[in-house]
């Protein structure tokens, strides 16, 4: 059952999932990480050592490689023996580690759509420009892909099929993610500012009454009331799973919802008016060309400087509606994270603790067989049992309010029964 697993990426999701490989590696087996940085590789295994997080002596080696040249990510995989590559690094670089693992043979996971460097909000649906292509071909194959295997996207596209296989019918789900946490800066994102701010600066999509509907950033809100972290502010948002929920259940309203205060509001507001949020080129005066938001990117603070001092929870969940037994019926399906619990760990802050975890429990998924699809899926096309019960165990456990927001509070498998 062991499989030789392959990260790429050195952020603060590689982080999390060097560490919870390292605490299952008695499933997992020989571990490798690779970025362009390999120092940074080093980094990360040298944090798992100084943890004692691998269970059971083994294989934890740093490499150096450009995940934008396929070739190169192919040698990597056939130098290691790699079985499953988990793909943490930035979205630019999926497709090419997707070619890698097609033409190598090697199972592929990661956490997020593909992204251009030079493109900002596609034509929905987004996975249908990229990712989705390469369906027939990992089917033909028999290879093994899992899109989008974080939180959000991953884990709520496992919430909305569990509340979803309870009813008879589903009319909405509405996805709502809610950071109460303090990481005490003055400004900074709580993942790759470039790849953050990308996500706010087009079109807001959402999928209502079988069609897409366009929004703006910051144009539709609405106070949710979640256990834990209370009344938080949040906005409609574009967001990746929207794009497969919508189209693997077309009949329902599909939502992103993100909490965001006043402050971060107005930051952005002003980086973007006056064009510091263009994925664009520019000339500076001095005839050198510079992108803006990468420049916005290299003020700000990395995000993983940001673990150390982070206090609070976060909050998200899936409210879906739908029709059982004639009647209708709710359900709110949501795990709750702490920021200094997640530090403590793994020395990571939550929001990149929620995108890791899930991750490594889908590898622990394929290497047992439970999710070795042998070809193209998307989270909530495979069971979401066996993923909640991986979550359970390595540190994201999933509640149930039975009757939506406000009810009965259970685990998933007391509501089960």
Known sequence: ??????????????????????????????????????????????????????????????????????????????????????????????MHVLDACIETGAAYIDTAIHEEPDKICETPPWYANYEWKKRDLCAQKGVTAILGAGFDPGVVNAFARFAIDQMDEVKSIDIVDINAGDHGKYFATNFDPEINFREFTGTVYSWQNGDWQENAMFEVGKVWDLPVVGPSQSYMSGHDEVHSLATNYPEADVRFWMGFGDHYINVFTVLKNIGLLSEQPVMTAEGQEVVPLKVVKACLPDPASLAPNYTGKTCIGDLVTGMRDGQETSLFVYNVADHAEAYREVGSQGISYTAGVPAVAAAILVANGDWDAGGMRNVEEM????????????????????????????TWEEYLG
């Open 1 to 94: 059952m062991k499989k030789t697993i392959l990260i790429i990426g050195a952020g603060g999701v590689a982080q999390v999932v060097a560490h919870k490989c390292a605490q299952n590696n008695d499933v997992l087996g020989d571990l490798h990480i690779a970025s362009r940085t390999k120092s940074k590789c080093d980094a990360i295994i040298a944090s798992v050592h100084d943890k004692s997080a691998m269970k059971q002596d083994g294989v934890f080696e740093a490499h150096e490689v450009d995940a934008t040249q396929s070739d190169a990510v192919a040698a990597l995989i056939r130098k290691t023996g790699a079985e499953i590559v988990i793909n943490v690094g930035t979205a630019f670089v999926n």
């Open 383 to 410: 069971d979401p049992k066996p993923f909640f019960r991986v979550l359970d165990r390595i540190g994201l456990p999933t509640r149930v309010q039975k009757g939506g927001l406000g009810g009965e509070d259970t």
